[in-house]
């Protein structure tokens, strides 16, 4: 097991003040995490790759305005990788040209899912508007906490406990 002492919020104060060392400490300890965290998402090692880079460019440049009383460190620069990786997915899938002769699959042959999909639009249908809209933003649109609670102009807190408290009331009305 690695040693992953200093802390990672230390290494991002370290990197706030420019120093390099404590960025490349960062990156030794965390790159393994963010890069797996992105991998699952694009399933493209060298896209994956690039994406790391880019994340470890915004934490370094954004170090500064880390605030621990919002969240961990770790956590911090999990959403900045995941949101990255999010990123290239939605550029990725606008520049896919469809194939000639592209007709669409057939919505579902399975029964059994075809019927969970519609127990799931029930469900979603009585969750209150501002869990519903949280929830299908974060899972739909991919978009993180903090961008949900500037659209739908509430506060983080508040938009977290939506999106936990709807998932809840989901996994309850779908057992």
Known sequence: MTDRSPDPAALLAACARGERAALQRLYQNEAPLLLGI?????????????????????????????????????????????????????????????????????????????????RLEGCLQNLEAPRREAILAAYLDGCSHGEIAQRLQAPLGTVKSWITRGLKALRECMT
Do not use: Y
Not at 55 to 61: G, N, S, T, V, Y
């Open 38 to 118: 992105v991998l699952r998402l694009v399933r493209d090692r060298g896209l994956a790759e690039d994406i790391l880079h880019d994340a470890f460019l915004r934490i370094w440049r954004g170090a500064a305005g880390f605030a621990p009383e919002r969240g961990t460190a770790r956590g911090w620069m999990c959403s900045i990788a995941r949101n990255l990786a999010l990123n290239a997915l939605r550029d990725r899938q606008r520049l896919v040209p469809l194939a000639d002769g592209w007709e669409p699959l057939a919505e579902s042959a399975d029964p059994a899912r075809e019927a969970d999909g519609r």
